[in-house]
């Protein structure tokens, strides 16, 4: 069976990645710690991201999909960040995703896939959104120049949601009132989940998926595209 590597993948979108995968695929899940994935069959390797390298750890030589995880939701008026805050969103989204891939992609056998992370808000101004806005459009310029540098070996494309109902949105998606209200945004009336996300990270690892690479693909009920309000 196929190698897929995925960092950060113990919540939300990435265990479900994982879970989807897991029946077909041997699937490693590179996380701090390997909370709610007692009922999935992958590999854990424990991983911290910010403070380890990837290739320290017990990796397969030969990966045919990976995919990148961490974030971060700070969203703050841009008077109330200070550049710190800008670095550390970056360093999290960004520098630590070149830092693995930099690691990883030698391994990355012939016709692999890769998959990373991006927001709504970077194709769609957003108040409040200045630092994470900057972050994951680093990640969608450098998906696109890795794109065009690696083919035809390997393919490379980025996920830009908008809001899912997942553990690191709890503070936006606390109770039914906030979930109701921000679904209300979106043209399809509801906020997105992690199965919405993660159905299209499995659609673009597969093989036969082969012919997308160098795109940003919005899942976003509509976000990013429509405008219903007449």
């Not at 990645?17 to 490693?28: D, G, M, W």
């Not at 200045?130 to 490379?156: D, M, N, Q, W």
């Amino acid at each position: 069976m196929e190698n897929i590597l995925l960092i950060g993948g113990s919540h939300g979108i990435g265990r479900e990645i994982a879970n989807q995968l897991s029946a077909t695929h041997n699937v490693y899940v590179a996380s701090r710690t390997a909370e709610n994935l007692s009922d999935v069959n992958v590999n854990h390797i424990p991983f911290d991201v910010l403070t380890e390298k990837i290739e320290d750890k017990n990796i397969p030589n030969q990966i045919h999909g990976f995919v990148f995880c961490p974030g971060s939701i700070n969203l703050k008026p841009f008077k109330m960040l200070d550049v710190k805050d800008f670095e550390k969103d970056m360093e999290i989204n960004f520098f630590a995703l070149v830092k693995v891939v930099k690691s990883i992609v030698g391994r990355m056998t012939e016709g692999s896939s890769l998959v990373f992370f991006s927001t709504v808000a970077v194709d769609s101004g957003m108040a409040y959104h200045t630092s994470i806005a900057a972050a994951k459009g680093a990640i969608e310029g450098f998906a696109k120049a890795l794109a065009a540098e690696y083919a035809p070996k390997l393919r490379v494309n980025v996920i830009a949601p908008s809001l899912v109902d997942t553990p690191l949105a709890l503070r936006l998606l606390s109770n039914d009132k906030k979930k109701e209200q921000m679904g209300e945004r979106h043209p399809l009336k509801r906020v997105g989940n992690a199965k919405d996300i993660a159905n299209m990270a499995t659609f673009l690892l597969h093989s036969e998926n082969s012919w997308i690479t160098g795109q940003i693909i919005g899942v976003d009920g509509g976000m990013s595209t429509l405008n219903t309000n007449s």
